[in-house]
């Protein structure tokens, strides 16, 4: 059973700059939530796709944009990338509709994309 | 304005021992609580998860308690071993919505 993916697994920009972050869901999933973790914080809710449309957002600004797929994948961008923007994101997926292994709520993480803006 | 505290950065452990581990939120609407462990360079790993209208879980070595009341939730490894060293995180969330994480707390096991 493939867990959730991310591509790439490191990356580094400088300021200015536009990024694009990629995700594969854990098979079977229908949505998929973005998270911002800083050094020593814990993860910080961007937004969420379900149904290739957004379905809530964290408090960020449109410079962080997403997109999801037919296929439930998503996407990440971020555009005029600043220093404060250096961490790790990660992605989840869950199942909305149905029952997961951990109950319809529960939230699978990938491995992350650490992004170094210099 | 932090939802969600974990106010034990760190917490050392004997090996064989119980681990406690201690989360408190603030909204009394979060109605699904997660405990994640995680690893450096790893994702988020998923262990135990409790509604709000349990107030106890349990999974093997790990117990997942909840108090309403107080807004706070714990999690208990018994016996604790080498390998659950790692950074947990406590999260909630309301329903299938965003979760809420806690700042984490660097847990290590001593042999």
């Known amino acids: 059973d493939a867990g959730v993916t991310q591509s790439p697994t490191h990356l580094i920009k400088t300021r200015g700059q536009q990024v694009t972050l990629r995700c594969s869901p854990k098979s079977g999933h229908d949505t998929v939530s973005w998270y911002q973790q800083a050094l020593g914080q814990g993860p910080q809710f961007i937004f969420q796709y379900y149904e290739e449309e957004e379905r809530q957002r964290g408090n960020f600004p449109d410079r962080f944009s997403g997109h999801q797929f037919p296929n439930y994948s998503s996407e990440l961008n971020v555009n005029a990338l600043l220093l404060g923007d250096s961490a790790l994101y990660l992605c989840?997926?869950?199942?909305?509709?149905?029952?997961?292994?951990?109950?319809?709520?529960?939230?699978?993480f990938g491995p992350g994309t650490r992004l170094l803006v210099l | 304005d932090q939802q969600v505290k974990q106010n034990s950065p760190s917490l050392s452990v004997q090996e064989g021992r119980i681990s406690i581990l201690n989360c408190d939120y603030t909204?009394?609407?979060?109605?699904?609580f997660l405990w994640y462990k995680k690893y450096p360079a790893e994702g988020p790993t998923f262990l135990i998860s409790i509604s709000s209208i349990k107030d106890k879980n349990e999974d093997g070595r790990f117990t997942v308690f909840l108090n309403k009341s107080a807004k706070h939730l714990s999690l208990h490894i018994v016996p604790s071993q080498p390998g659950d060293s790692a950074v947990y995180f406590c999260a909630v969330g309301q329903g299938a919505q965003k979760l809420v994480f806690g700042q984490g707390t660097r847990l290590t096991i001593n042999p």
């Open positions: 909204n009394s609407m979060f109605d699904y």
């Open positions: 989840a997926s869950s199942l909305v509709r149905g029952r997961g292994t951990g109950g319809p709520e529960t939230q699978y």
